[in-house]
């Protein structure tokens, strides 16, 4: 796949954020989707900052943003380094689609269905990807459906991956019964400044045959 289009500005137009428009343009979407969209509100800035923070800077491989919505999670992401040119949103909701593309130049916005995730991204076949991070409301899913994403993620990542989520509830999104005994999962501590308050989880293939969870 051809590399996205080098832009000379390549960090967010903050402008174009409005936090009170953004919060509308996501309300009007949950009621005309709710099982897709699964929230009331845009991530709040300290938990997009703590999904990013799980995020290895350093590579050059490809980051796989799921259900971006209005990008507080993509702004994090350039704002803690990195580049546009190694992002790739993956929206279902074309009129996000497009305020993305305005939003984030130099970014790749896919519009698809991220639960068919190898499909969705199959132009970006033989990249390296070095992290998946998902703002997908996981638990309006069956387990299955959870489980085939968590597999499909990391068939596109191979071990060194990392996949990155946020969940409201209590109890790991992807169930742990799965991740054994391949994956180790990790928990933040709760991020109080969100609406509603939110844990941020993350899951790495195990360097040994047993996973386990830890939590922090």
Excluded at 67 to 79: H, N, S, Y
Excluded at 109 to 124: I, K, P, S
Excluded at 126 to 145: E, K, T
Aim: hydrophobic content about 40%; glycine content about 10%; charged content about 20%.
């Amino acid at each position: 796949m051809a590399e996205p289009p080098q832009q000379l500005n390549m960090k967010p137009r903050r402008a174009d954020a409005n936090p009170w428009r953004d919060g509308a343009r996501f309300l009007k979407t949950l009621l005309g989707n709710p099982q897709e969209t699964g929230a009331v509100s845009p991530s709040g800035r300290v938990l997009a900052r703590a999904m990013a923070r799980a995020v290895p800077f350093a590579n050059d491989g490809l980051v796989i943003e799921l259900g971006p919505g209005t990008g507080p999670v993509t702004r994090a992401l350039i704002e803690a380094g990195v580049a546009a040119s190694r992002l790739v949103l993956v929206e279902y909701d074309g009129g996000f689609c497009q305020l993305l593309r305005e939003r984030f130049p130099g970014v790749l916005v896919v519009q698809g269905d991220a639960y068919r995730l190898v499909e969705t991204l199959a132009d970006c076949r033989g990249r390296r990807v070095d992290a998946v991070v998902s703002s997908l409301p996981l638990l309006n899913q069956p387990p299955a459906r959870r489980n085939g994403l968590f597999d499909d993620a990391f068939a596109l990542m191979g071990s060194d991956g990392v996949f990155v989520q946020f969940t409201y509830g209590p109890n790991s999104p992807i169930p742990l019964d799965h991740c054994q005994p391949g994956y180790l999962a990790r928990a933040s501590r709760r991020v109080w400044r969100n609406i509603p308050p939110a844990r941020v989880w993350t899951y790495r293939t195990a360097p040994s045959a047993a996973g386990q969870e830890m939590q922090v």
